[in-house]
């Protein structure tokens, strides 16, 4: 996890590396068949490694803080507050936030269809219940019922008089 080294950062390093070229210079006149003369071979190829390295980094910076700005603007973010760590950040917050909002999706759609089943099987049930309880009334005999109500009719007559 490197940390994010901003342009300012960039050019803080140059400014060292710029002193450090300076020393280097200052040196080689006083050089000449002295053993410091190794220190500057060394030290200049140093620097221009590292001024090279500068020099893409200070590039790279500049691209970077230009994308973040494009980013910040496409979210709807002010550009010219927004810095790479922040919008890292609240991107992460993002990023986090829709994941659970998809897990609460998906977990809602279960419990629907964990409910929506349960009651699939409770429908069934009153349906094989009510179908049980009209197949079991139509079993009594119907003949002759007509006759009965007839005689229980008489029958109830001959007790009131």
Excluded at 58 to 65: F, Q, V
């Amino acid at each position: 996890n490197a940390e994010y080294m901003g342009t300012g950062e960039a050019q803080k390093l140059r400014s060292s590396v710029n002193k450090i070229k300076n020393e280097i210079s200052s040196l080689e006149g006083a050089v000449n068949n002295n053993p410091l003369e190794k220190f500057v071979v060394v030290m200049n190829d140093f620097y221009v490694k590292s001024n090279e390295l500068i020099n893409q980094l200070e590039a790279r910076s500049t691209k970077l803080d230009k994308e973040v700005k494009e980013l910040a603007e496409y979210f709807g973010e002010d550009s010219t507050q927004m810095k790479l760590d922040n919008f890292v950040s609240l991107f992460n917050q993002f990023v986090y936030d829709f994941k659970e909002a998809e897990n609460e999706l998906e977990q809602d759609r279960i419990r629907a269809e964990k409910e929506a089943k349960t009651e699939a099987e409770k429908q069934k049930k009153l349906q094989e219940r009510e179908q049980k309880l009209a197949t079991s009334t139509s079993s009594f005999p119907v003949t002759g019922s007509a006759a009965a109500v007839s005689q229980l009719g008489s029958q109830s007559r001959s007790f009131g008089a």
